[in-house]
Nanobody
Framework: QVQLVESGGGLVQAGGSLRLSCAVSGTIFSINTMRWYRHPPGKQRELVSLITSGGHTNYADSVKGRCTISRDNAKNTVYLQMNSLEPEDTAVYYC???????????????WGQGTLVTVSS
């Protein structure tokens, strides 16, 4: 049993910054790749960024240079620092993680409930 809880969303002016957090709790042996997705209103869900267990990162072209993903393995937490926010960044942001709950078993694909980011112009 694992739970992912996002936090840090809210209303911010264009050009502002937010730091999203996602804390994983429950039965955890290890966490592999962690990802941030977002779902803008009226649009399809898209991958924003990912970070592997070894710290390798990737970013969507739309946020590259404005966002930084990081993780604290001791806290089982992944972060997304977002700067220079634009109205187009408005979306519900979801945390996703591949979680191994016991050695020798496959990873679970776990999702949080999402946190709303609204960027005003």
């Amino acid at each position: 049993q694992v739970q992912l809880v996002e936090s840090g969303g809210g209303l911010v002016q264009a050009g502002g910054s937010l730091r999203l957090s996602c804390a994983v709790s429950g039965t955890i042996f290890s966490i592999n790749t962690m990802r941030w997705y977002r779902h803008p209103p009226g649009k399809q869900r898209e991958l924003v960024s990912l970070i592997t267990s070894g710290g390798h990162t990737n970013y969507a072209d739309s946020v590259k240079g404005r966002c930084t993903i990081s993780r604290d393995n001791a806290k089982n937490t992944v972060y997304l620092q977002m700067n220079s926010l634009e109205p187009e960044d408005t979306a519900v942001y979801y945390c996703n993680a591949a979680i191994v709950v016991a050695p020798g078993v496959g990873a679970l694909d776990a999702w949080g409930q999402g946190t709303l980011v609204t960027v005003s112009s």
